[in-house]
């Protein structure tokens, strides 16, 4: 049974950075083929995908985001860190990991509970 | 940017057959898979068709997927509509390393 759970800092001020943890089991960043994305869903709107790593380390990002984001992995504790800087209040909404795997590209076949994160002055 | 449009809400009575769009902006929408999510007020997204039209085990024949190249659109169709079938529905795909979900559609069973 694959399982994901987000963790991590939920309430900001602007211009501060968000770590968010994901820790999963079911699956392992050791082996070939999988990889852990994250997207996110402001309050009452759509989905956007943030970005993914791979087992193999390889990673790829939302164009829009892509310099102040940054995705790493640690395979040893099934887990996988994102970090957005200089967050602002546009920032603020439910943030997911899910389970993806190169041999379907960016789906997402596995989801976290997601973690609500705001930022406010 | 590569953007899929669905509209935002649709409905219909239990037994009924809904069909919910996504139309790509641009591309061929045929070239990469199309998946679709329910989602739950409160709750993480799940899959109810990935890769076009496979749909996860558990998931009933009432959901379907198929792909139309020349509107350049996927579409979810729903049939013998049950209340527990009310929740947002979202497409996604890709274009190269452009991630796209769309817009969610809000689907009511009156």
């Known amino acids: 049974q694959i399982t994901l759970k987000e963790s991590g800092s939920t309430v900001l001020r602007p211009t501060q950075t968000l770590t968010l943890t994901c820790s999963f089991s079911?699956?392992?960043?050791?082996?070939?083929?999988?990889?852990v994305a994250w997207i996110r869903q402001p309050p009452g709107k759509a989905l956007e995908w943030l970005g993914l790593?791979?087992?193999?380390?390889?990673?790829r990002y939302n164009a829009l985001l892509r310099s102040r984001l940054s995705v790493t992995r640690d395979p040893s504790k099934n887990q996988v860190v994102i970090t957005l800087t200089n967050v602002d209040p546009l920032d603020t909404g439910t943030y997911f990991c899910?389970?993806?795997?190169?041999?379907?590209?960016?789906?997402?076949?596995?989801w976290g509970q997601g973690l609500k994160v705001t930022v406010s002055s | 940017n590569f953007l899929l449009t669905q509209p935002q809400s649709v409905s219909g009575s239990p037994g009924e057959t809904v069909t919910i769009s996504c139309t790509a902006n641009?591309?061929?929408?045929?070239?990469?898979?199309v998946h679709w999510y329910q989602q739950r007020p409160g709750r993480a997204p799940t899959t109810v068709i990935f890769?076009?039209?496979?749909?996860p085990s558990g998931i009933p024949d009432r959901f379907s997927g198929s792909v139309d190249s020349s509107s350049n659109s996927a579409s979810l169709s729903i049939s013998g509509l049950r209340a527990e079938d009310e929740a947002d529905y979202f497409c996604?795909?890709?274009?190269?390393?452009?991630?796209?979900f769309g817009g969610g559609t809000k689907l009511t069973v009156l």
């Open positions: 790593i791979y087992w193999n380390d390889v990673d």
């Open positions: 996604q795909s890709h274009e190269g390393a452009n991630v796209a």
């Open positions: 079911g699956f392992s960043l050791s082996t070939s083929g999988e990889g």
């Open positions: 641009r591309g061929n929408i045929a070239s990469n898979y």
């Open positions: 899910a389970r993806s795997r190169s041999i379907s590209p960016y789906y997402f076949d596995s």
């Open positions: 890769e076009d039209n496979q749909r």
